[in-house]
């Protein structure tokens, strides 16, 4: 497993990242190719429907910092990070709990959890919101949608 309080700051300083270049730049080097994120809001296949959901929350949530709410917490490829976002200096928002899973020394799956779960987000032109009725089982790389349930 890589360093994972290295992987976790990585990861928290990507959703932080206001540069949408820099922004991508880390996205790219922290995640696989096949990565996918999810948490009760929204689910993103493939590293740029990742970036578009930090992108989304930084909109969302203007002027807040992610940052650890605790240890990481880690053995063979899967880790727990406790997180929140809060305007500098202040108090936390939400507090999150993000399960990271590795592979190749990278991130390959993140599932996300709030507490209080937010209000849906409006996300970018092109993005769906909601499961259609028909949902394949899979969803196509670089889209976005809500998340009814997590599949493993």
Known sequence: MPDIDELARRYLA????????????????????DARYA???????????IEDV???AQRRFP?????????VDAHRHAARLTWEPAPPGGPAVIIGLAVLITARDRLHRVYGFLDPVPVPVALPVGVSTA???AAPATVPTGTLHQELSVDP
């Open 131 to 133: 499961v259609p009725a």
């Open 54 to 56: 930090m992108a989304t």
């Open 63 to 71: 002027g807040l910092v992610y940052r650890p709410a605790g240890k």
């Open 14 to 33: 990507s959703w932080n990242e206001s540069d949408p270049a820099a922004r991508r730049a880390l996205v790219d080097a922290l995640w696989t190719d």
């Open 39 to 49: 948490d009760p809001i929204v689910s993103a296949e493939g590293r740029q429907a």
